[in-house]
């Protein structure tokens, strides 16, 4: 029944609601009888004070009864308040004088006080009762009692009686109100929190629904954010993996398309070739320079398989760097010899620009190689005859930054962002042998960010490119 979010956060927030305000109702009926209790005895305390002043000159004959009475009828403000007068006559206590406007209890027989039902009252104190005081009434009153003073002396005492009923009766109304007022705030309570669990359990809904379309193949729907609560930053996250998953998924799908191509235009320029030289279609002079262009093809069709396992290894966190000390600039040097054969094939310039000598880095040399093999190679493939390449390292705040620049036909400013994905290739109108694999400035990417370092790439179309990287740098 409560297996939906929705539905045990309505049942929970309800209970705690009523339990909230039936507590909080019984708590303000309690108070609000207690004060209208406690502002009743004051008031007839008062009344009653006033009483005695009167009394005092009824004693001494100055007044009729008749005045008293009509004193004692003007003198309260609650119905059915019964007063009564009681003097000290040697050591019996009579109730001297009665009002009582509504017939209270007219039937009472009224008899001798004993001392001790005044006693405290004699010594000066004030009482105040809820009870049937001795069962001289049928019903339970609220009983005030004050010293009767005449003279400055305590004569008796002054009694007040009201029915409880009078001051339940006050109460009545207010208890409405309050209990009215109760179920018109728990019905509000219940809109609002159908409105606040719906709003709450509604985006994790949807992502429910939308996961299980994503897990079928489906990654286009996406989560409607309509707060910026901690529930609408969990749509936006839900969200934004679900962009994730698309790109993967593309890129994934980009990828097997990409692999098939690359692997099976080598394989067709091979079998092509090697079908021509054996069913004798080229020319025996000509038999040599195809086979020798199947043989370059399978050597990029090598480097293709070995750069698809770098990046494998890269991207699947097994690819541990054996981080060492080593001349940065020892190394270029190496590697510029071993391309000489292709860069005096181009008639390229290569012109070197160290800051010092030496350049010590920390970083792993293996991988620091390929990655300025790959730059390197980019810098003569894509150059320009007779051009000019660039090679420049310097040391600034603890890090060791290389520069390859050449005089090639760089890169669309719309496509830089692009050049590290894989098999992003700008010139794809190049022919199979002069385009790359695509793969290498991924690899490249990826090395510098495993050594926790960065790589950047200025260039402008038809004027070339220039990459730098940064290195630690070794004491």
């Excluded at 502002?39 to 006033?50: P, Y």
């Excluded at 991988?367 to 894509?382: C, E, G, H, S, T």
Aim: aromatic share 8%; glycine share 6%.
């Amino acid at each position: 029944m409560f297996r939906s979010l929705f539905s045990r956060l309505m049942v929970t927030y309800l209970i705690i609601m009523l339990i909230t305000l039936i507590t909080l109702s019984l708590f303000l009926s309690s108070a609000l009888q207690r004060y209208v209790i406690r502002t009743t005895e004051e008031e007839l305390i008062r009344e009653a004070k006033e009483l005695n002043r009167h009394y005092e000159l009824y004693d001494r004959g100055w007044v009729s009864r008749e005045y008293m009475e009509l004193i004692s009828d003007g003198i309260t403000s609650y119905e059915n308040t019964s007063i009564w007068v009681v003097r000290v006559v040697g050591d019996i206590s009579l109730l001297q004088f009665q009002y009582n406007p509504n017939g209270l209890d007219n039937e009472m027989e009224i008899t001798p006080f004993s001392k001790e039902e005044i006693t405290n009252v004699l010594r000066g104190n004030i009482i105040k009762n809820i009870g049937k005081f001795g069962e001289r009434f049928s019903v339970p009153v609220l009983t005030v009692g004050i010293p009767l003073k005449i003279g400055g002396s305590i004569k008796g005492a002054i009694f007040f009686h009201t029915p409880i009923e009078e001051i339940d009766l006050i109460l009545y109304d207010i208890y409405a109100d309050i209990w009215k007022a109760t179920l018109f705030s728990a019905v509000l309570a219940v809109v609002l929190l159908y409105w606040t669990s719906r709003r709450i359990s509604k985006p994790l809904s949807q992502m429910s629904d939308v996961s299980r379309e994503i897990a079928s193949g489906n990654y286009k729907r996406r989560v409607n954010v309509s707060s910026r609560d901690e529930t609408g930053q969990l749509a936006l996250s839900f969200n934004a993996m679900a962009d994730s998953l698309e790109r993967l998924e593309d890129m994934r799908r980009t990828f097997v398309a990409n692999v098939s191509h690359e692997l099976r235009s080598p394989l067709t320029s091979m079998r092509g070739y090697i079908q021509g030289v054996l069913d004798k279609t080229f020319d025996p002079e000509e038999q040599e320079k195809y086979l020798t262009i199947a043989l370059e093809e399978t050597q990029r069709l090598n480097k293709l398989i070995n750069e698809l396992l770098d990046l494998s290894q890269i991207e699947s966190g097994q690819f541990p760097l054996n981080i060492k000390v080593f001349d940065i600039n020892e190394q270029i040097r190496r590697l510029i010899i071993a391309q000489e054969e292709k860069i005096n094939a181009k008639e390229i310039d290569v012109e070197i620009d160290f800051q010092s000598n030496k350049c010590m880095v920390k970083a792993d040399p293996d991988r620091i190689n390929q990655v300025i093999i790959n730059l390197l190679d980019n810098a003569i493939k894509f150059n320009r005859h007779r051009g000019k390449i660039l090679i420049k390292t310097w040391k600034n705040r603890g890090k060791v930054y290389v520069k390859i620049q050449d005089q090639g036909i760089g890169i669309p400013k719309e496509e830089i962002a692009n050049i590290w994905d894989r098999f992003y290739q700008v010139e794809k109108s190049r022919s199979g042998r002069e385009r790359g694999t695509g793969l290498g400035l991924s690899i490249v990417k990826k090395i510098i960010e495993e050594h926790h370092e960065n790589i950047w790439v200025n260039s402008s179309l038809d004027e070339g490119s220039a990459f730098i990287f940064s290195l630690e740098a070794s004491a």
